[in-house]
């Protein structure tokens, strides 16, 4: 396992472990004002200092880990779903569906992801699911662009004519012949579409229109702390610090996970 | 010239320390070509790139001497390693498609040299470049120093390499491989080019092939290079037609021969040793019919006769022939019965590929024009049940295209196939159900023919799955007696293709063919990106299922001597044209057309003369 890998999993394991346990290892409540603990800096009761309503950031830094990964991993899915089959079907069928569909997708790509995110979420209530679908949708054309490029250099595979001459469905070729061999740049672009999605989520967030308050998102809680910085960077800095130290995890973790999935590289590292 | 003393080299790759070459001692005297031979994984280009000092970084030190002109290349820093790669040795690779800068002119790349070597100007050098392509045999070489390399043929892009290669007027040559992506004719002129350029400069050539036949024409001294070390070594004639090491004898059994049908080929049984940890004895012992009690022992290259070999039992085996395989009793016994009925029957057959689409204007109007290329003609085809048809024909001839719109994996554009009967053309593909399980396709190349992401057991049980052939209970049962045929056994059905040697795969390649239980296969090109011992067990094969279950087989190769040992047919296809059809006896050995017989002359054989020389080169 590359040194890549490990570190990856490492920072990307701990952080998703902590999230899933937060509501039994937060320290304090993470919702509970109390008044007479206002911005108090860092220190052996709260370890990384107070809010405005006297809430402990690090409890509301640990729940509002579930929400920012929810966010990123659902958005993902959403744009997966919906950019794998279309990049599979541009790169096999060329020509006039390639065109089509590929043209749509640039359309997509040259509207500013925060402004479809703002636009689809100010006509309507902000809602969560609402800012996850929106900014699934938003990484659609990238997905699929990954999925067209490996299709297009697999079509011309051998095995592929073979399951044309036993006279194989489409669907068949595209999800059981190609799809399987796509997934190793899949996942590596989709590691990366997580943390852009978290990022992007958290902007919306920051801008009201994603989480709502009480409920504790990294963006939200760093659009919250604005106001205060200057008495109290920390209430801005932990989310910060948080978001910075997951992209890099889920970035490594993509990085390495590229090497292990690819079964060419591994005949060559066998074969050598 | 080049004088190579105890040379091993090691590569540290993830899976441990292989041993790639083990105290290689050769050498190539002035004026003289010498040959290295050896399959895929003997470590023949190893020795280039050490000679050259061009070992990757994951080699390390090799250990031993490349002496050249008396100086030890291995002890050489980088500047000097560069002084002499550029103007001392010249180095010719085997693919001319991507050794090419795509972006620079020819003539830039073949004076380069001369700029960084020879203190040229750009100017200077290109003018010498122009003179170097004619010598090389390039018609109009200034139109040529001032194209892409997109715009030249194979053949013209391995001459401009060789003129490279000769700009800094080096003393030695390295060719790894240097007409394996050629067509046999082209090759023919590349090998005339070089013995033209050897004999005029008095160079020294190091040859580095597979080719048993292109190495009798060239090469003075041949080596023969087996799991890293040498195992025979002496002059040319001697080793390829009285070969006393056994690998040697097998390599020479394997190859068929032009005019010497036999009913199966000769094939070395096994597998390469694992290199990370040679075996202690023999290396070729687990493969070697002749091996003795003394095989177990570490073998010495030493002098026998006229040459060195590198066994014990050297004396012993010297006479001895390599054993011919036996056909198969069961195929034997079970022969299925031949008839004249046509299996398959193609009749006027076109196909044509849009090769660019542009506006063109007609006066004021424009006008979609499509430049369309013909790559097949009007061809009409039958092939009877349990028959051979072997399809040749140099690259661009069109057979695979042909092979394949047979199968409607290309659509015709005109004409009319009929297979088992069935009118096949003009129907959608949804109705071809039936004619999919009659009729199938063994590819080229194994690695791209399996999936990489599913085990060979799933990739064989997908067509009995797929046309219901089996009741599930018993398809696992049916996929083992597949790999039984084909002569694998039943626990690589757990395997993945990376896991297996090429041979392996194109076996498994025939199994998924014969799943559906055809009566008709396009082979296209099934052993050409084989080694010449695995490409007669798999020709072996082929003979056996043939006899055994009936198939007839489109056999397309591009290698005459192949098809003419498997096939009952010939058809000589040449721009998209079948020039010629008959019996493959007739064909070989009176041959009507013109461009079958220079097809034919082409063919470098073990048995035939060498190349003629020119004039001998000043002592």
């Not at chain 1, 096999?92 to 992801?113: C, K, N, S």
């Not at chain 1, 999935?261 to 074969?271: C, Q, S, T, V, Y």
């Not at chain 2, 001497?65 to 291995?74: C, Y």
């Amino acid at each position: 396992m590359s040194l890549q890998l490990k570190a990856g999993l490492l920072i990307t394991g701990t952080i998703v472990i902590l999230g899933l346990l937060a509501p039994w290892i937060a320290p304090h409540p993470w919702d509970t004002i109390s008044m007479r603990t206002r911005f108090l800096a860092p220190n052996a009761t709260y370890w990384l200092g107070t809010d405005e309503f006297g809430r402990d950031v690090l409890s509301r830094l640990l729940m509002g880990t579930r929400l920012s990964l929810a966010m990123g991993v659902s958005a993902t899915l959403v744009s997966l779903a919906i950019g794998v089959p279309i990049g599979l079907a541009a790169g096999y069928f060329r020509g006039r569906i390639d065109e089509i569909l590929m043209r749509a997708a640039d359309v997509l790509m040259a509207v500013p992801p925060i402004m479809l995110g703002l636009l689809v979420l100010a006509v309507t209530p902000p809602a969560l699911w609402k800012t996850a679908l929106a900014v699934g949708f938003v990484y659609v054309p990238p997905i699929a662009r990954v999925a067209r490029a490996v299709t297009l250099s697999l079509a011309n595979e051998e095995f592929i004519q073979a399951a044309k001459a036993r006279a194989e469905s489409t669907p068949y070729i595209l999800f059981r012949e190609i799809l399987p061999n796509a997934w190793p740049p899949l996942i590596v672009e989709a590691s990366l579409r997580v943390t852009y999605a978290i990022l992007l989520g958290s902007a919306l967030s920051f801008l009201g229109l994603g989480a709502q308050p009480p409920s504790s998102d990294w963006g939200l809680m760093i659009s919250e702390a604005r106001s205060f910085i200057d008495r109290a960077p920390w209430i801005a800095l932990a989310p910060g610090f948080a978001m910075c130290a997951l992209v890099i995890g889920i970035n490594l973790l993509g990085d390495g996970a590229r090497e292990r999935l690819d079964p060419r590289l591994k005949a060559r590292i066998g074969k050598a | 010239m080049l004088k190579i003393e105890g040379l091993t080299v090691r590569y540290r790759t993830p899976g441990g320390v292989v041993e790639a070459l083990t105290d290689i001692s050769l050498e190539a005297p002035k004026g003289k070509t010498l040959a290295i031979v050896g399959e895929s994984g003997s470590g023949k280009s190893t020795v280039a790139l050490a000679a050259m000092g061009l070992l990757p970084a994951e080699a390390g030190r090799p250990e031993g001497r490349i002496l050249f002109d008396g100086a030890d290349v291995l002890a050489m820093d980088d500047a000097q390693k560069r002084a002499l790669r550029g103007a001392r040795i010249g180095l010719v690779f085997q693919d001319p498609f991507s050794v090419l800068n795509p972006s620079l002119r020819i003539g830039d790349q073949v004076g380069e040299g001369l700029v960084h070597h020879r203190g040229y100007t750009r100017e200077k050098a290109f003018a010498r470049a122009v003179e170097l392509l004619d010598e090389v045999g390039i018609l109009k070489p200034e139109a040529i120093a001032r194209a892409y390399p997109h715009e030249l043929s194979g053949g013209m892009r391995q001459r401009a390499l060789i003129a490279g290669a000769i700009a800094s007027e080096p003393d030695l040559l390295i060719l790894d491989e240097p007409t394996t992506a050629l067509d046999v004719t082209i090759e023919a002129q590349i090998l005339d080019l070089l013995e033209t350029i050897r004999a005029r400069r008095g160079l020294t050539m190091v040859f580095i092939s597979h080719n048993l036949g292109l190495v009798r024409r060239v090469a003075d001294r041949v080596a023969v290079l087996y799991a890293g070390q040498v195992v025979e070594e002496g002059a040319a004639e001697a080793v390829l037609h009285r070969s006393m090491h056994p690998y040697a004898k097998g390599l020479l059994a394997a190859i068929p021969r032009l005019g010497r049908k036999q009913l199966r080929l000769a094939a070395i049984p096994g597998r390469l040793p694992d290199l990370r940890k040679p075996p202690a004895g023999c290396r070729f012992e687990p493969r070697c019919p002749f091996a003795g009690p003394e095989s177990c022992a570490p073998q010495v290259l030493r002098t026998v006769g006229d040459r060195q070999v590198r066994c014990a039992r050297a004396e012993i085996v010297k006479d001895m022939a390599w054993p011919a395989t036996a056909i198969d009793p069961v195929a034997a016994e079970n022969a299925a019965p031949r008839s004249d009925e046509p299996v398959v029957v193609a009749a006027n057959l076109s196909k044509r590929f849009v090769l660019s689409q542009g506006l063109v204007f007609e006066g004021w109007r424009p006008r979609l024009r499509a430049v369309t290329t013909t790559a097949v003609d009007d061809i009409s085809l039958d092939v009877a049940a349990g028959e051979v048809v072997g399809l040749v024909g140099e690259s661009g001839s069109g057979k695979t295209t042909l092979g394949r719109t047979i199968l409607r994996l290309a659509e015709p554009n005109a004409g009319e196939i009929r297979i088992a009967g069935e009118v096949i053309t003009g129907k959608p593909q949804k109705a071809l159900e039936g004619m999919r399980r009659t009729a199938q396709i063994v590819f080229q190349n194994p690695d791209s023919s399996l999936n990489p992401r599913k085990t060979i057991g799933e990739l064989i049980a997908r067509p009995i799955v797929r046309f219901g052939l089996a009741p599930k209970g018993e398809v696992a049962a049916k996929v083992r007696a597949l790999l039984d045929l084909v002569r694998l056994p039943a626990h690589y059905a757990d395997r993945y293709a990376h896991q297996m040697s090429g041979g392996e795969k194109q076996r498994v390649g025939i199994a998924r063919a014969l799943a559906t239980e055809p009566r008709f296969i396009v082979c296209d090109e099934p052993v050409s990106a084989l080694d010449v011992s695995v490409q007669a067990a798999i020709v072996n094969l082929l003979a056996d299922l043939r006899d055994r279950l009936g198939v007839a087989y489109l056999f397309i190769s591009h290698d005459i001597s192949v098809v003419a040992h498997l096939a009952d047919r010939i058809a000589v296809m040449n721009r998209g044209k079948i020039v010629e059809i008959g019996k493959a006896a007739e064909i070989m050995n009176n041959p009507q057309h013109p461009y079958t017989i220079r097809l034919l002359s082409a063919v470098p054989t073990v048995d035939g003369p060498r190349h003629p020389r020119a004039a001998e080169p000043q002592p």
